[in-house]
């Protein structure tokens, strides 16, 4: 059959042309939509400016064939082979293209959101600023290809060889990457805000400036990767592995990495500001300096010599632990959610809530703090719901007037300032609190105040595990001695001993 007698068929209505052998003609701008020219051979064949749409070409093929800007949405290409096929800005959107054959093929611009291409080899296939979200690539062979200025946003590639491919400046925000192998891939300033890398492999992949906001990275390979200045705020690096990698300058505000192995990895500059920093592995790791600015702008620098940065990396995160000397009931659990809330309404200082937990006399409730500054402050707010508070804050307030009054001191300019911000903090804490001190017990039933005015022991923990006492009720662990009154409370802080001013300043040292 010649293309003429092709045409004249299709004019009359006729639609199946399967297994036809049309190779090497001319189909430029014909218009076949809806045929079938399913296991058809069209090897070299033109059909530039096309109009194949929902055309069925399932194990047909297309070897070196023109396909430039033909439309091919819904088309059906399942098992097709269109080797070096030359697809550039072609419509492939809706379409089927499930275990074909696309090796080295052209497919710049071309458009295939929501196409099917699981399964496909697309070896080495040039895909530049081609569109396809939400495409199912899944189990795709696409080492070596070029995919940059790509869009791939909510793709699914799980499980997508990517070794080796350019993925510069490409958008993959969204994208299902789980167990993908991205090994040695260019991913340099490419988007993957959002993305799911589960057990990835990132291993001696380019990924400087990147972005990989709020990603979910656990269990991900990044050995001898390059995370230079990229940015991977709030996103999972549980247990990932970044073993002599490069996360100079990377931006890892509030990202979490607990277990994760940065042997040998460089961190020079990192911006670290809200990461934990215990249950690392951070043998051999390089790093003169980090950030630990709530923006990343630098205004906290914190230099490391090469003694200091096994300890810095290997911190726990700071706690509040209060013990309230009564047994935890429902009502207790009411007002506190209610209180706190109330608390962080007026003045954000208790983003987390606590962890409880619940002897038959006692609870105990463990506030984990992003930062060793937020310690005195969160205190007061974490304390604001029971009875003791009052004696609480004149604790802490006594604390920093008695380093000001001590002469003895000898503080540089910057360690002296240190402590003025985080005075000046809790001073601050204070005021913008003071309204619902007055009536925090308010409307609540008597078996939650009871809870509330129970006694009290508060104690503070560093990021190096160093502990200071905020204040022991002095009925505490008496059984059922009540307090008669505040006044009968507040009598008691004449006969409080402060911490001595060595062990007040040797807890504030990790300011230093």
């Known amino acids: 059959m010649n293309v003429k007698e092709l045409r004249h068929l299709y004019a009359t209505g006729i639609r199946e042309f399967g297994s036809i ?105 040039d895909l530049r600023e081609a569109t396809l979200r939400s495409a199912n690539l899944s189990y795709c062979n696409l080492s070596e290809a070029n995919l940059r200025d790509v869009i791939l946003t909510d793709a699914i590639l799980e499980q997508v060889i990517l070794s080796g491919a350019d993925l ?31 057990g990835a492999n990132l291993r001696w992949t380019d990924l400087s400036g990147a972005t990989l906001r709020w990603a979910d990275l656990s269990d991900a390979k990044f050995s001898g990767a390059n995370l230079m200045a990229a940015d991977l705020s709030g996103a999972n690096l549980v247990n990932a592995s970044l073993v002599h990698a490069d996360l100079s300058k990377t931006r890892l505000i509030r990202a979490e990495w607990g277990g994760a192995d940065l042997t040998g990895a460089i961190l020079t500059g990192a911006k670290l500001y809200g990461v934990s920093r215990s249950g690392l592995k951070t043998r051999g790791i390089s790093c003169d300096w980090v950030d630990l600015s709530p ?37 207790a659990n009411l007002a506190l959610a209610a209180l706190y809330h109330q608390i962080d309404q007026v003045y954000p200082t208790l983003s987390h809530p606590p962890n409880i937990k619940i002897s038959s006399r006692r609870t105990y409730l463990t506030f984990q703090i992003d930062r060793n500054e937020q310690l005195f402050m969160m205190a007061y707010g974490a304390t604001l719901p029971f009875q003791d508070h009052t004696i609480i804050e004149r604790h802490l307030m006594g604390l920093f007037q008695t380093i000001r009054k001590d002469d003895s001191l000898q503080l540089n300019a910057e360690n002296a300032q240190h402590l003025r911000q985080v005075g000046s903090s809790l001073i601050s804490t204070i005021n913008r609190l003071k309204p619902l001190k007055l009536n925090r017990h308010q409307g609540l039933p008597e078996e939650a105040i009871n809870f509330l005015n129970a006694p009290t022991y508060t104690v503070i923990t560093n990021s190096r ?6 204040y022991h009720n002095p009925n505490f662990g008496r059984g059922n001695v009540q307090r008669s009154s505040e006044k009968d409370s507040s009598s008691s802080v004449e006969r409080l001993t402060l911490p001595p001013t060595n062990i007040v300043m040797q807890f504030l040292s990790v300011l230093f």
């Open 168 to 198: 510069s400046r490409a958008d993959l925000s969204g994208a299902n990457l789980r167990e993908a192998d991205l090994s040695q891939a260019n991913l340099s300033r490419a988007n993957l805000s959002g993305a799911d890398l589960r």
């Open 295 to 331: 923006e990343g702008d630098q205004s906290q620098i914190y230099r490391l010599t090469p003694e200091k940065t096994q300890t810095f990396f290997n911190e726990t995160p700071p706690t509040i632990q209060i013990t309230i000397d009564a047994p935890f009931n429902l009502s």
């Open 465 to 470: 595990n160093t502990t200071l006492d905020i």
């Open 21 to 125: 052998d049309l190779s090497e003609a001319n189909l430029r701008d014909m218009n076949l939509s809806g045929v079938n020219l399913s296991g058809a051979k069209l090897n070299v064949v033109n059909f530039s400016g096309a109009n194949l749409s929902e055309v069925n070409l399932n194990g047909a093929k297309l070897n070196v064939a023109r396909l430039s800007a033909a439309n091919l949405t819904r088309a059906k290409l399942n098992r097709a082979s269109l080797n070096v096929a030359n697809l550039i800005r072609a419509n492939l959107s809706h379409a089927e293209l499930t275990e074909s054959l696309l090796i080295r093929a052209e497919l710049v611009r071309a458009q295939l959101s929501h196409a099917n291409l699981s399964g496909s080899n697309l070896d080495s296939t």
